[in-house]
């Protein structure tokens, strides 16, 4: 990471928000950059929903696994289709 990633702390949203405001944010990156996405659980079916609606254009990286806190950042790869999908 080049410079520093915004964090996006979903712990104190209302779960029907939080996967809203997680795609919010990820259209807004530009090419390259990313955030961290912080949540009290493991993020995998957001991972899938990634996946399903963004392959090969979205970075996923565990920084962080539980118990009581997840971390990972998501971001856009530098070059379209050279997404790097890890930990699902």
């Known amino acids: 990471m ?3 990633d ?3 702390d979903v ?3 209302a ?3 939080r996967h809203a405001l997680i795609f919010e944010n990820y259209t807004a990156l530009g090419t390259g950059e990313g955030f961290v996405l912080v949540n009290d ?3 995998k ?3 899938y929903q990634f996946d399903a609606e963004h392959k090969g254009d979205f970075t996923w990286d565990y ?3 539980g118990p009581e806190t997840w971390r990972v950042r998501i ?3 530098a070059a379209a289709g050279g997404g790097k999908q890890t930990g699902a």
Do not use: F, I, W
């Open 75 to 77: 971001g856009r790869p």
């Open 15 to 17: 779960p029907a928000r």
């Open 63 to 65: 920084l962080e696994q």
């Open 6 to 8: 915004k964090q996006l």
């Open 11 to 13: 712990r104190s949203e």
């Open 2 to 4: 080049a410079t520093e």
């Open 41 to 43: 659980h493991d993020p």
């Open 45 to 47: 079916p957001l991972y």
